[in-house]
């Protein structure tokens, strides 16, 4: 995607010409309820302590009562909470309130601007977003501003470890609020392979001394191991991978080009005390989390929801305008038989058009995908436009488009995450194999429990995702103590990557519910056992 510069004085008119009644965009659907907590994340001392926060989302069943389980998600790969809002709601509701779901937010969206967004949604105007953050406009006296490159050095310090203790703090306060009730986490791709960090973590020993060995030289368990904290795990379509080459400490410290993508900076370039030396701390690649692609993507959203079936306006993608409207815009971003990224992936269906077959890059769709970028209106229309699923007759998808733009929209939250820090990239790479007990990595991490990890495991791919085949568990089963009859394992075929947070009808609720069940049943036993 490509970004350029309106003038604010015609966006203003943009804004002017459309002014319309403001209107509340933050109820959820009757039932279930939605509740924003703030709480005091990891004490990161080069950080202002107001940013030293974590926010939970907590979704729950209104006069339901104390629930008996409590199921705590993070969102995977520059992703916000608001991914996990069509899941949660679907399996607090499918409960009958007996689950409580948590979902944690990532500690950068607290620097992310979000009046344009906002704005747009309360005069029911997304003229307001395009203004704000591409044409200078002023809401409220202030002016979007990107983050300056030397703004937020703190952020270089946001690795593996800060984010481990910012889920581990909601972790503790769902178990303050309900102590009675059994925690499980989860999560979604990169939030899943965080949920089995979460559980091979020494809290204890971070930063400190070495673990200290039993017989053999494994280190011996540890009382902050964090599965102490849990009941069980929930992954979906992310899982530790084994066969991805680890980062050397030289890397680890000095940088490294990847074929394919642009250099990861090192850690000794991202906390230089020299600013010309210093590189920012978050991603800005053409390839990986780039802010511009994120707020771009919010925008289209909030034109998609409200205006659907008037013709974009969007200056910016694709390169070559194209006489569609906004809601097929975004549709075709999110489509499987579209986007060529198969992280992005949601099986919405397709708009209604004539559309050239390209190559796909994933090797998901053997007929290829539609190419967007030269695509045409059917015959006799004069807009590329998007059907609306009909109640009735068969969805074009698992996921309904309508109902995740007010799931990427839903007010207090954030679909993206607009800023990802460089430093928790390489902790992952320098703990991808889930062993940091060498002199160099713990002076870092402390990913040394993971041998000792018994905890019930759900595992719950995409065929047409990340974890498309059971074998593609073997090697983070292969790492852990529980036993095989305690590892589940399903994958969802015809499921793409995102379909596991958005769909309908969610294969993944009954599936995520039942094991929970059985994991609470197990747990009693094990109690009432003499």
Same mark, same amino acid.
Do not use: C, K
């Given at each position: 995607m490509t970004s350029c510069r309106l003038t604010g004085a015609l966006l203003l008119a943009l804004v002017l010409v459309f002014p319309q009644g403001r209107a509340g965009a933050d109820a959820l659907p009757a039932g279930i309820?939605?509740?924003?907590?703030?709480?005091?994340?990891? #004490?990161?001392p080069h950080t202002p302590p107001h940013l030293n926060r974590i926010v939970a989302f907590r979704y729950f069943a209104p006069g339901a009562g104390v629930p008996e389980e409590l199921l705590v998600l993070v969102p995977g790969l520059n992703s916000g909470p608001n991914t996990f809002d069509l899941l949660a709601r679907a399996l607090t509701a499918a409960s009958g309130g007996r689950l409580s779901v948590w979902v944690t937010e990532p500690r950068g969206t607290l620097l992310q601007d979000r009046?344009?967004?906002? =704005?747009?949604?309360?005069?029911?105007?997304?003229?307001?977003?395009?203004?704000?953050?591409?044409?200078?406009?002023?809401?409220?006296?202030?002016?979007?501003?990107?983050?300056?490159?030397?703004?937020?050095?703190?952020?270089?310090?946001?690795?593996? #470890?800060?984010? @481990?203790?910012?889920?581990?703090?909601?972790?503790?306060?769902?178990?303050?609020?309900?102590?009675?009730?059994?925690? @499980?986490?989860?999560?979604?791709?990169?939030?899943?392979?965080?949920?089995?960090?979460?559980?091979?973590?020494?809290?204890?020993?971070?930063?400190?001394?070495?673990?200290?060995?039993?017989?053999?030289?494994?280190?011996?368990?540890?009382?902050?191991?964090?599965?102490? #904290? @849990?009941?069980?795990?929930?992954? /979906?379509?992310?899982?530790? /991978?084994?066969?991805?080459?680890?980062?050397?400490?030289?890397?680890?410290?000095?940088g490294v080009w990847i074929p394919g993508f642009s250099r990861?900076?090192?850690?000794?370039?991202?906390?230089?005390?020299?600013?010309r030396r210093r590189v920012g701390p978050f991603t800005e690649t053409s390839e990986l989390a780039r802010t511009q692609d994120s707020i771009l993507f919010d925008v289209i959203a909030t034109y998609a929801y409200l205006r659907p079936q008037e013709p974009s306006h969007n200056p910016f993608y694709p390169k070559r305008r194209l006489p569609i409207t906004n809601e097929a815009l975004l549709g075709a971003v999110l489509s499987d038989r579209m986007q060529p990224d198969l992280f992005i992936r949601a099986s919405v269906g397709r708009p209604l058009g004539v559309f050239p077959r390209i190559p796909d890059p994933a090797n998901a769709n053997p007929g290829g995908l539609l190419d967007l970028e030269h695509g045409r209106p059917a015959p006799g229309q004069t807009l590329i436009r998007w059907l609306p699923y009909e109640p009735g007759h068969a969805p074009p998808g698992h996921v309904d488009l309508r109902a995740l733009e007010e799931a990427i929209l839903r007010p207090g939250g954030d679909f993206t995450q607009?800023?990802?820090?460089?430093?928790?990239? @390489?902790? /992952?790479?320098? $703990?991808?194999?889930?062993?940091?007990?060498? =002199?160099?990595?713990?002076?870092?991490?402390?990913?040394?429990?993971?041998?000792?990890?018994?905890?019930?495991?759900?595992?719950?791919? $995409?065929?047409?995702?990340l974890v498309r085949r059971p074998g593609d568990t073997l090697f983070y089963r292969s790492?852990?103590?529980?036993?095989?009859?305690?590892?589940?394992?399903?994958?969802?075929?015809?499921?793409?990557? /995102?379909?596991?947070?958005d769909a309908t009808d969610n294969e993944a609720v009954p599936l995520i519910l039942g094991w929970a069940a059985s994991v609470l049943d197990a747990g009693m036993d094990r109690r009432s056992s003499p």
């Open positions: 309820a939605r509740e924003r907590i703030e709480l005091a994340g990891a #004490d990161e009046r344009g967004i906002e =704005a747009a949604l309360a005069y029911r105007n997304p003229d307001f977003a395009l203004a704000y953050y591409y044409g200078n406009f002023a809401i409220d006296g202030h002016r979007f501003r990107p983050l300056p490159r030397d703004a937020t050095p703190y952020a270089a310090y946001w690795g593996l #470890d800060v984010h @481990l203790r910012d889920i581990r703090a909601v972790v503790q306060q769902a178990r303050r609020r309900f102590p009675g009730a059994p925690i @499980l986490l989860g999560g979604h791709s990169l939030g899943a392979i965080m949920a089995a960090m979460y559980a091979a973590y020494d809290f204890d020993r971070v930063p400190g001394p070495a673990p200290v060995p039993q017989s053999g030289g494994v280190p011996a368990p540890s009382p902050g191991s964090g599965a102490r #904290d @849990l009941r069980g795990l929930v992954m /979906l379509d992310g899982v530790p /991978l084994g066969g991805i080459p680890r980062l050397s400490p030289r890397q680890y410290l000095h990861f900076p090192g850690v000794d370039q991202l906390t230089s005390a020299d600013p607009w800023y990802m820090p460089w430093r928790l990239l @390489l902790d /992952l790479g320098l $703990a991808i194999h889930l062993d940091t007990s060498d =002199a160099f990595a713990r002076q870092f991490l402390s990913l040394t429990q993971v041998r000792y990890t018994t905890l019930p495991v759900l595992i719950i791919g $995409a065929g047409l995702g790492l852990i103590r529980t036993p095989p009859r305690d590892v589940t394992v399903r994958v969802l075929r015809g499921y793409t990557h /995102l379909d596991l947070e």
